[in-house]
């Protein structure tokens, strides 16, 4: 691994104006504009690795000064001396004596940790000439397992029985690779159901879904419970009774709140309710999770969910059904690494949250990661799909069939077309001086 040194890091705002058409919106949500925190960094060798934090507009540039602050941590360091105790550099980043006070590991600077060190990620790979997934997928258990922070959450997962878990999944590991290679893995879309589309557009969404061979589809809901009962009513009736629907609330409501609400959506039989409540409140997800039990719907969170921590917590309370791991919002695949691995323990799937910009790219190669070497299984297992932006990365996401193709290209597909990133700049990129002037 010659790579030298990191010499260079820039940060960008890079901002995609999705409100004017009502992309992404949701019950909290209203108008989001899909942004990111784009991180280049370059060794002194001239390679490049590209990493991105999701945002949804406003605040981005608070990101990026976090990206800036971080800085200093990484410049000057080689790749061989970061990966060789890759533990240690995520401590260093996350535990800086000063800097871990305003987290520690959560908000504006965990987002800052997750966009450099998924473009250290990238970096990584690509050395190796190889995709993310599979350079995960070749590394021995006892390298992974030395990427993790188990500061925190050995009381739920010790070292010992993380290496016990890969290596028990390491059989038949070659026969998984092959049947990601040959049939992907599963997706569901949410593309139909955001919350500010039409009627008109739902339905003619949803049947161009159809007809592309999707099975399973998440709405929207929360804001008004007759425009919810009238648009799962809706879509229910157009996919059938065996398709899959999931429901998503996106921490609309209180705990009583949610489970009245969804009790009256249970006759559109929805698999899970996200995100019912606020993102913190473990116990709250707990009660609801009872409550919804009897009715045949699993709560499902994990998109806003701070770190590892919370979902051990989560998972030790027995207050979700499906962990949704997110790319960007956690310190990248160290400890989305530690979460997988929790889940795996607690058996609970995992249905990673993607869309955004960025997200679907990125968090495919965590997925295919946890089917070959931690869960070896796609029982109730699905990774979330959003048509949207994928035009502008170098190297976006194949669907066939409704399932994720492994991408192949070195690194973790994170890296933006230099033309969309300098156009969407924000504010002075093209795009958004012609919003400003109309
Ligand atoms: C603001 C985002 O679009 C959010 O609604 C995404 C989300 O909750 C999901 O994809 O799930
Ligand atoms: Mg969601």
Redesign the pocket.
Known sequence: MASGKICSLAARDVRFPTSLEQH?S?AM?TD?DYSAAYVIIETDSGLKGFGLTFT?GRGTEIVVCAVDALRPLVLGKSLQEITSDFRAFYRQLTSDGQMRWLGPEKGVIHLATAALLNAVWDLWARTEGKPVWKLLVDMDPQQLVSCIDFRYISDALTEEEALDILQKSQKDKQQRVEQMLREGYPAYT?SCGWLGYTDQTLTQLCSEALAEGWSAF?V?VGADLDDDIRRCRLIRQMIGPEKRLMI?A?QRWDVEQAVAWVTRLAEFQPLWI?EPTSPDDILGHAHISKALAPLGIGVASG?QCHNRVMFKQFLQASALQFVQIDSCRVGSINENLAILLMAHKFNVPVCP?A??VGLCELVQHLILFDYVCVSTSLDKRMC?Y?DHLHEHFKNPTIIKNAHYMPPMAPGFSSEMLESSVDKHTFPHGEVWRSIHQL
């Open positions: 992404g949701d949500h989001p949804v949410t998440k929207k998503d996106n996200e998109e949250h869309g955004g979330e959003v």
